[in-house]
């Protein structure tokens, strides 16, 4: 017959039935004493369990116990007698707890000093509680004036005496050492968008902590700020994060995107997790899978952007939800690397949906003059606009100049406005935009339980795209850190790269060769392998999906408030 063997996380309700009569007073009690560990032995019936409570990340309290053998002969009474031992009770005093005599405690300890190989009663005492041969209940009943170890605490406890902490006499001894995730945070004109990235990791770290970390350690996270504009800065930032011993980094496109800075992380050696969404670096990371297989880009790059504009366009014509006014496109770029969505492809694909490109308009990130850009709009009346930049204040410029121009364009923008600030800067003005991302946090069971934790926890509403890329990023690194058991980083970026893992913003899966994760319906037709391209439409001040399918329905599709032109029938 298979022994018992139980594990359980204390807060469970019942607690399970096999294990004894009156433990769970015991087991119950054990935060009271306020240690880390306690063992001791319980008798149930002709049967010991050994017992062992333990204290993990918090108030978490995991409760192990095992049918176990008494070592070397020893007998139930015998470990009666060794427990009061070493209370440092006198033969006499034993004798009177157990309703015996002295010199039959003192035959007793005689036979134990033989059986454990002792030669003292101090080294009987020793080797108790060295190796957990105390039993509960306490025989005889509470112990007053007894020393304030463990076993003592938690009896006190359970017979509501007062349970004073000792002062500390031991070594502070060393833990775990927790799994240490590095986050560069953009700051600076880039602010918005770092608040996101932390609470969005922050929350994950919190939640995983709560049920004992990743591969039994803790997760601690360790941030550098960044201008990410500034070359010295983001190579500062991420030598600050070298130097605390991070066992990952994660970023939303904090990293520069340079390839020197890809180059540092990558002789760096730990797993390097971003959103950057830049193809270029993509292509880079790829062309050395040895040197940079570490460098993972968790979401799509910028090319599907155009793509899924143009198929979103064909859909609304196809189902009669838009009749355009002609059929001009004019793409607002940030002149950034990662942002040059208006490519060759984007103009042939364009074309062939029956629509031109009018124009091309770069504007300096930090710098753009928005009246003059919209004026030039008004020139060309574009049916619409592709605002590419990514900062939610020059979206929140733009679009007030926009709103006051007359024009009745479609304004289809590139991830800013996901940045809460945006719509908080420009109120009902955000009504009637589009806007898409390669890594939106989807409108379902997940990434509704997602919002509402981080509601409670912030007081505020996440963002669609990177409060849940933090989030996930944080969790993808828990995910192989648990399964590897953090053996080596290899292996580590070897899980990710092989295990899809499904977050609040879509399905995260490399393959074996890619750096970036699949994105559906471009690169995949699989939802359940790649993250969904999402788009987006502010509607009465929510953000609500309508595309692609299933996780958003173009039949919410509303004309934004500033066209005065219906769809024909």
């Known amino acids: ?120 009663r101090g080294g009987l005492a020793a080797l108790a509680v060295d190796t ?49 995730v590095g986050v560069l945070l953009p700051v600076a004109a880039a602010a918005a968008d770092g608040a996101e990235v932390l609470r969005g990791a922050t929350l994950a770290v919190e939640e995983l902590n709560g049920v004992g970390g990743a591969a039994g350690r803790r997760l601690e996270l360790v941030t550098a700020e960044v201008d990410v504009f500034s070359r010295d800065s983001v190579q500062t930032g991420l030598a600050g994060l070298f130097g605390a011993e991070v066992d990952a980094i994660t970023t939303s496109y904090g990293n520069g995107q340079d390839a020197a800075d890809i180059a540092m992380v990558a002789e760096y050696g730990r797993p390097f997790l971003h959103t950057a969404t830049f193809d270029e670096q993509v292509r880079f990371a790829e062309s050395d899978p040895q040197q940079y297989g570490a460098v993972l880009q968790t979401c799509a790059s910028e090319t599907y952007y155009g793509a899924g504009l143009i198929r979103l366009l064909t859909e609304l014509e196809a189902r009669s939800l838009l009749a355009p006014r002609n059929r001009r496109l004019v793409s607002i770029e940030a002149d950034t690397m990662s942002t040059h969505v208006t490519t060759e492809g ?26 003059a850009v919209v004026r030039r709009l008004q020139d060309l009346d574009p049916e619409v606009v592709m605002l590419t930049h990514f900062l939610a204040q020059e979206v929140t410029a733009f679009q007030r100049e926009f709103l006051g121009s007359g024009l009745e364009s479609l304004v289809y923008g590139v991830y800013g406005p996901s940045i809460p600030d945006f719509q908080h800067s420009i109120g009902p003005g955000a009504d009637g935009v589009i806007w898409s991302t390669t890594t939106g946090t989807y409108d379902d069971v997940l990434g509704r339980r997602f919002r509402h934790q981080f509601a409670a926890r912030f007081g505020r509403h996440a963002g669609w795209s990177q409060a849940g890329a933090a989030y996930d990023q944080v969790r993808l690194l828990a995910a192989a850190w648990a399964a590897t058991g953090v053996r080596d980083a290899r292996e580590v970026v070897g899980y990710l790269r092989h295990w899809p893992h499904r977050g609040v913003n879509g399905v995260y899966y490399f393959g074996e060769s890619s750096q970036s994760t699949l994105s559906y319906p471009d690169v995949t037709p699989d939802p359940s392998m790649g993250q969904a391209h999402m788009i987006y439409q502010i509607q009465d001040g929510r953000h609500r999906p309508i595309a692609p399918e299933p996780f958003g329905s173009v039949a919410t599709f509303r004309l934004p408030p500033w066209r005065t032109s219906a769809p024909s029938g």
């Open 346 to 371: 984007f103009v042939a694909t364009a074309g062939r949906a029956g629509w031109s490109l009018a124009e091309v308009i770069r504007v300096p990130v930090g710098a753009a003059d928005w009246p």
């Open 132 to 180: 957990g041969l105390l039993c509960l209940p306490l025989p005889g009943g509470p112990a007053e004036d007894a020393p304030a170890i463990g076993i003592v605490e938690l009896e006190a406890a359970v017979s509501g005496r007062p349970v004073t902490p000792p002062k500390r006499v031991s070594p502070r001894y060393p833990g775990r050492k927790p799994l240490r």
């Open 1 to 120: 017959m298979a022994r018992r063997q139980i594990e359980v996380v204390l807060g469970d309700d019942p607690l399970p039935v096999s294990l004894p009569a009156g433990i769970d007073r015991y087991i119950r009690k054990f935060p009271v004493v306020g240690r880390d560990s306690l063992r001791f032995l319980w008798r149930d019936g002709a049967v010991w369990l050994a017992v062992h409570l333990i204290r993990e990340g918090g108030d978490r309290i995991v409760v192990r116990a095992a049918e176990a053998d008494l070592p070397r002969g020893v007998t139930a009474r015998e470990v009666d007698v060794l427990t009061l031992l070493a209370l440092g009770l006198t033969n006499h005093g034993i004798a009177d707890r157990l309703g015996t005599s002295a010199r039959t405690v003192s035959t007793q300890i005689e036979r134990l000093l033989d059986k454990l190989d002792q030669a003292t």
